[in-house]
């Protein structure tokens, strides 16, 4: 079944969340990351995605933006995309496997509608499969 989950939905196909008393919570271990507070925010702004590769949402060097404003963090966040900052950093980040495509950002789909396009074509495909 397609998936896409940005920020809290990454943190739920992850391995564990470790609370802030450090305690650590099971997660489905879709992903192989664990995810705990940082403490302060974390990547937080404005930022342009691009596809390092053909993912379920977009093809190899397609582009979307979004934006980051959370204070966990994962030990692994993914190398499918390449985020760019307005200051011009860049960082890898986001998962993209098969039928899923997870990370933190949180995506601004009129930047780009192909990318809403992909992810129903890829749910319409899936509910053919499986009637």
């Not at 489905?28 to 342009?48: A, C, M, P, Q």
């Not at 204070?71 to 499918?80: I, K, L």
Request: aromatic share 12%; hydrophobic share 30%.
């Amino acid at each position: 079944m397609p998936c896409l989950a940005e920020c809290g939905g990454l943190m739920y196909l992850g391995k564990e969340i470790i609370d802030t008393d450090g305690e650590s919570w099971p997660m489905v271990n879709v992903i192989n990351s664990k995810f705990s507070d940082s403490g302060k925010l974390s990547r937080f702004g404005y930022t342009e995605l691009c596809s390092e590769k053909n993912s379920m949402i977009l093809p190899a060097q397609g582009v979307v933006r979004g934006h980051e404003f959370h204070r966990w963090d994962g030990d692994n966040c993914g190398n499918a995309f390449r985020a760019t900052k307005t200051n011009g950093d860049s960082y890898r980040c986001m998962f993209s496997m098969n039928n899923i495509v997870a990370g933190f950002p949180h995506l601004y789909y009129y930047s780009n509608p192909e990318v809403p396009c992909r992810f129903v074509e890829a749910c319409i495909e899936y509910s053919k499969k499986s009637s």
